[in-house]
C-alpha cells in the first residue's frame, strides 16, 4: 500500500509519483526508481526512508525523467546517476513550485 501523487504533465511528459514501501535487496536499500511505461513516466519513492532522502531521491528521479535518460537505448548508468545527482535540487526546486 501507498500513496499516489495528482499526476502532472510538463515538457512534453506526463508523470505519477507513488510513495510506497520498497523492500531491500541483499542489504541494499532502494530510495527509488523512476521507469517509463509506454508514453507514461512513472517515479516510486521509498516510503520508508526519511523525508529529506525522499525529496532527494524524488529530485534525482525527476532529473531522469526530464534529462531523457528513460528514453535512452543505450544509456551511460554511470553518467546519468552523476547527472542526476547533480541536477536533483534543481528539479525538486521546478516541481515543488511548478517551474517544470
Known amino acids: 500500500k501507498g ?3 495528482q499526476p502532472f ?3 512534453g ?3 505519477e509519483i507513488y510513495y510506497v514501501p520498497i523492500p531491500d535487496e541483499e542489504g541494499t536499500v532502494t530510495r527509488g526508481l523512476a521507469v517509463k511505461d509506454k508514453e507514461m513516466y512513472k517515479i516510486y519513492i521509498n516510503s520508508g526512508i526519511s523525508r529529506i532522502l525522499q525529496k532527494h531521491t524524488l ?3 525527476l532529473a531522469h525523467v526530464f ?3 528513460l528514453d535512452t537505448e543505450n544509456p551511460d548508468r554511470a553518467a546519468q546517476e552523476k547527472e542526476a545527482d ?3 535540487w534543481d528539479y525538486l526546486d521546478a516541481y515543488t513550485h511548478g517551474k517544470l
Open 3 to 5: 500513496i499516489k501523487l
Open 9 to 11: 504533465s510538463a515538457q
Open 13 to 15: 511528459r506526463t508523470v
Open 59 to 61: 529530485g534525482h528521479e
Open 67 to 69: 534529462c531523457g535518460h
Open 86 to 88: 547533480q541536477k536533483a
